[in-house]
């Protein structure tokens, strides 16, 4: 059997379940800079300055259960802020807020800002060059926080997720889906550490175990499903090599919707570019 490879997939959207929809709306429309697009019943969907762009939806389930400190599926979030100034003006609204800073980090070819929402999952925003072999050093927010100019109080139309970094307790079967099952070249990273590159996206998995990594995301808060725009024959052939391997899938009767569930129990929808946007 050929080697099948999905062409350049696009991440268009992190579905994240929360518990307290105001309160997340505020991070990250008032804070991070996201650009609130519309309320819909319990779901809150955010993007960037482009009209089409859907890069965040806020689920409220306010059932879900918490696992407050376990962890997670989702490790990390990173944020791809395409200008120093537009990072310094992020970098101003959160001293302003007086906002939590986990970790700030420069080295010659990057500046990232590392923040957990108010729900705990966390986010990496950063402008400049990624790499998983950097050798990084503290620096003074407020020195960057200087350089701000106000020019951009929301997010601009470059800004975009380039990364997420997950936790499994089956690495080798998440790799294997990655890889083999929708058709994604993996890499070796670092020791414990896989990444997945795909168009202008990737994904780190680290082993781990307990927490909410063997729960239903329909249980628990945190990471919902993800979402991503392919070419309308890529549908047609994932679906064929689906069924070639006996994968369990859902594709809808006008064949511009395939959903999947990977090992970790992330739900990934692969959604046509002809499929016009609700």
Same mark, same amino acid.
């Given at each position: 059997?050929?080697?099948?490879a999905?062409a350049?997939a696009?991440l268009?959207?992190?579905?994240?379940?929360?518990?307290?929809?105001?309160?997340?709306?505020e991070?990250y429309?008032?804070?991070?800079?996201?650009?609130?697009k519309?309320?819909?019943?319990?779901?809150?969907?955010?993007? @960037?300055?482009?009209?089409?762009s859907?890069?965040?939806w806020?689920?409220?389930?306010?059932y879900?259960?918490?696992?407050t400190?376990?962890?997670k599926k989702? *490790?990390?979030?990173?944020?791809?802020?395409p200008?120093?100034?537009?990072?310094?003006?992020?970098a101003?609204?959160?001293?302003?807020?007086?906002?939590p800073?986990?970790?700030?980090?420069a080295?010659?070819?990057?500046?990232?800002?590392?923040?957990?929402?108010?729900e705990?999952n966390?986010?990496?925003?950063?402008?400049?060059t990624k790499?998983?072999? *950097?050798n990084?050093?503290?620096? @003074?927010?407020?020195?960057?926080a *200087?350089k701000?100019?106000?020019?951009?109080?929301?997010l601009s139309?470059?800004?975009?997720?380039?990364?997420l970094?997950l936790?499994?307790?089956?690495?080798?079967?998440?790799?294997?889906?990655?890889?083999?099952?929708?058709?994604?070249?993996?890499?070796?990273?670092?020791?414990?550490?896989l990444?997945?590159n795909?168009? @202008?996206?990737?994904?780190?998995?680290?082993?781990g *175990?307990?927490?909410?990594?063997?729960?239903?995301t329909?249980?628990v808060?945190g990471?919902d499903?993800?979402?991503?725009?392919?070419?309308?024959t890529?549908?047609?052939?994932?679906a064929?090599?689906?069924?070639?391997?006996?994968?369990?899938?859902?594709?809808?009767?006008?064949?511009?919707?395939?959903?999947?569930?990977d090992?970790?129990g992330?739900?990934?929808w692969?959604?046509?570019?002809?499929?016009?946007r609700?």
């Amino acid at each position: 059997m050929a080697e099948f490879a999905l062409a350049a997939a696009g991440l268009e959207t992190v579905a994240l379940r929360v518990k307290n929809r105001n309160l997340m709306i505020e991070f990250y429309r008032d804070i991070i800079g996201f650009n609130l697009k519309r309320e819909e019943n319990e779901l809150a969907i955010f993007g @960037n300055a482009k009209s089409k762009s859907e890069l965040l939806w806020l689920e409220e389930s306010p059932y879900a259960q918490d696992h407050t400190g376990e962890i997670k599926k989702l *490790q990390r979030l990173c944020l791809v802020i395409p200008s120093e100034k537009e990072l310094a003006d992020v970098a101003q609204r959160l001293i302003k807020a007086d906002y939590p800073i986990k970790d700030a980090l420069a080295d010659n070819d990057a500046t990232g800002i590392l923040v957990e929402d108010p729900e705990g999952n966390q986010l990496e925003i950063y402008f400049g060059t990624k790499s998983e072999h *950097q050798n990084p050093t503290a620096f @003074n927010l407020a020195d960057l926080a *200087q350089k701000a100019t106000g020019e951009f109080p929301r997010l601009s139309d470059d800004v975009h997720f380039d990364k997420l970094h997950l936790n499994t307790s089956r690495l080798k079967e998440q790799q294997d889906f990655l890889e083999n099952v929708i058709g994604l070249k993996v890499q070796d990273e670092t020791s414990g550490i896989l990444a997945l590159n795909g168009g @202008n996206f990737h994904v780190g998995l680290t082993a781990g *175990q307990g927490g909410t990594l063997d729960l239903s995301t329909d249980d628990v808060l945190g990471l919902d499903f993800l979402q991503f725009r392919v070419l309308p024959t890529d549908i047609l052939a994932l679906a064929d090599h689906l069924a070639s391997l006996n994968v369990a899938f859902f594709i809808d009767q006008k064949k511009q919707i395939i959903t999947i569930y990977d090992p970790t129990g992330i739900e990934w929808w692969f959604i046509s570019k002809d499929k016009k946007r609700h």
